[in-house]
């Protein structure tokens, strides 16, 4: 249990990376162990509970890599050879006679006896429908040896993999129906402000459309999280004290909105009365305040309420925490080098996460950056970070974070 924390004073800013370091910790001595068991199809964005060995050598036996002619390098003599068998995929063929060759099609089983492969492009069919080579061959030229991708016994998959198309389509050659994966973490979303109002609904003075709600359910859907839509939570000490301990049954309790120890920080009263809070003052920008704590037992990610706050937010702290508590390891997003195609002329005392593109192998920024605008994000395919104390000018190169790499 950590210590309940104090607002940072001012000027002293907490890192972006020891606030990640803190959180995964925390996501670390909360993990959740307990697994289903799933049909490959749908362990699509879960996390793998155990490692996966391999049960099976990888290709089961040698195999044509073309459509051709399968042959023993020690017949080969210059003269046409007759062709003895003809072998699809799907096929087990008999050895090969000897002093003849086989015709052989991508995939299918190299019959004993074969060493080589000569592909149908460099084989002269005769008039008597024996077969020339005249080019000269290689021992085991085209043919995919057994074992080439795995052997029996290797690990394939390490436990705490999220499992994408690519693992579910390794885990099928593999032969592999289902697999155990970490059972989904619960994720409560709560949005608060009086001023919310949902979608659909006519907009009266003083209010605006909650756009983080429907932002985080489908985020958190598409990290494979259950989600529990706890929709708006009005700023109100006691409905907040009692919609939080309705929700007993969750693994964390996200929130937006009203971290900012202002007047209507209902959140971290009803955190401080009934459980612990710390309350993070960010070098990130947007998004300087967060909380974290627990009500009753349950943790609690308090993210701030800006659209473009809640999603950096979201994407560089939450989402990690998310993936760590279910065991992943690699949790950072993968982040690639580019010339910056704009100057940056004011350093800052935050760590900022520019919502911006590639334009010809440079990253440009939206023109307008304010925490409140999610369309910068939308316009944007990536976070362009600008670390604290720096500026820049064009060319000078920077940190960019695919938005592809956070999304999923
Ligand atoms: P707060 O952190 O509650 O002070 O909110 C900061 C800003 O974000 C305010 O302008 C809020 O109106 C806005 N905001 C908070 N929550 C949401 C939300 N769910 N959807 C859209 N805007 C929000
Ligand atoms: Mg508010």
Redesign the pocket.
Known sequence: MNPVGKPGKTGSLMPVEAALARLLEMAEASRIFERERLPLAQAQGRVLAEDLLSTLDLPPWPNSAMDGYALRMADWTGEPLTVSQKIFAGQAPAPLEPGTCARIFTGAPVPAGADCVEMQENADVQADERVRFTEVMTPGQNIRPQGQETTVGELILSAGTRLGPIEQGLAASLGCAELDVIRKVRVAVL???D??IEPGQALGPGQ??????V?LCSWLQRLGCEVIDAG?LP?NLETTRARLGELKDVDLILS?????V?E?DFLGIALREEGELTLWKLAIKPGK?LTFGHFRGVPVIGL????A??LVTFALLARPYLLRRQGVQDVEPLNVQVPAGFDWPQAGNRREYLRGRLENGRAIIYRNQS??V?RSAAWADGLVEVLEGRTLVQGDSVNFIPLSEVLG
């Open positions: 949005s608060t402000g001023e919310l605006i459309y909650n756009s983080n709600r932002l708006i700023d937006t909105g009203g971290v900012s202002g209507a305040p701030p309420g800006n659209p706050s809640t925490s409140g999610l």
